[in-house]
């Protein structure tokens, strides 16, 4: 079963500031690796997919990078509707495993 | 548009049984497998069940596997999860949550719509 570990847990930043997120996995999940983005009392919405693919809707801010077992989404400048908890999730094996979160909050 | 609605949830008691619903809409259910994904309060994402297009395909987590039962009726666009012997760390929001056609005969792959969580609290 494969285990992905984000970090930070927390990531203080101020609108504006640039955020890097980072997902590693215990073994390789080649590119099938996504991003959600989840706010309070909300459901998590699909960010980027494949690593790299904006899912609809998702703004150009948002972008994905890595292959293998380290993975990076980055949002360029923060707008106040991004601080919110970030998860990982690998498709490469069964289960469809998700990360632990990182809370992105505002400094 | 879209729509997943989850209904169901409340507080049970260790032991007993609940079922959940989620009524799907703005799309050919028919079409999709659909998964459930739960989160306990405060914790992140545990992916529970998933059931392909035509419900001849369900995995489980092996956190629930024996107790927990995903099913399907296409003619009505709902999916379920009959949970039997309930235990307190089965507590959490449990949200269905859809995959692309492409993944449809169910396999891994991404979420693209989620319903809005229905929570379950097992307590005596």
């Known amino acids: 079963e494969i285990v992905l570990t984000q970090s930070p847990a927390t990531l203080s930043l101020s609108p504006g500031e640039r955020a890097t997120l980072s997902c590693r996995a215990s073994q390789s999940v080649s590119n099938y690796l996504a991003w959600y983005q989840q706010k309070p009392g909300q459901a998590p919405r699909l960010l980027i997919y494949d690593t790299s693919n904006r899912a609809t809707g998702i703004p150009a801010r948002f972008s994905g990078s890595g292959s293998g077992t380290d993975f990076t989404l980055t949002i360029s400048s923060l707008e106040p509707e991004d601080f919110a908890v970030y998860y990982c999730?690998?498709?490469?094996?069964?289960?469809?495993?998700f990360g632990q979160g990182t809370k992105l909050e505002i400094k | 548009q879209v729509q997943l609605v989850e209904s169901g949830g409340g507080v049970v008691q260790p032991g007993r049984s609940q079922r959940l619903s989620c009524a799907a809409s703005g799309f050919t259910f028919s079409n999709f497998a659909i998964h459930w994904v739960r989160q306990a309060p405060g914790k992140g994402l545990e992916w529970v069940a998933l059931?392909?297009?035509?419900?001849?395909?369900?995995k489980y987590a092996d956190s629930v596997k024996g107790r927990f039962t995903i099913s399907r009726d296409n003619s009505d666009n709902t999916l379920y999860l009959q949970m039997n012997s309930l235990k307190a760390e089965d507590t959490a929001v449990y949200f269905c949550?859809?995959?692309?056609?492409?993944?449809?005969?169910?396999?891994?792959?991404?979420?693209?719509?989620w319903g809005q969580g229905t929570l379950v609290t097992v307590s005596s």
């Open positions: 999730q690998q498709r490469s094996s069964w289960p469809p495993a």
């Open positions: 949550a859809r995959v692309p056609a492409a993944a449809r005969e169910g396999v891994a792959y991404y979420f693209d719509y």
């Open positions: 059931i392909s297009y035509d419900g001849s395909k369900k």
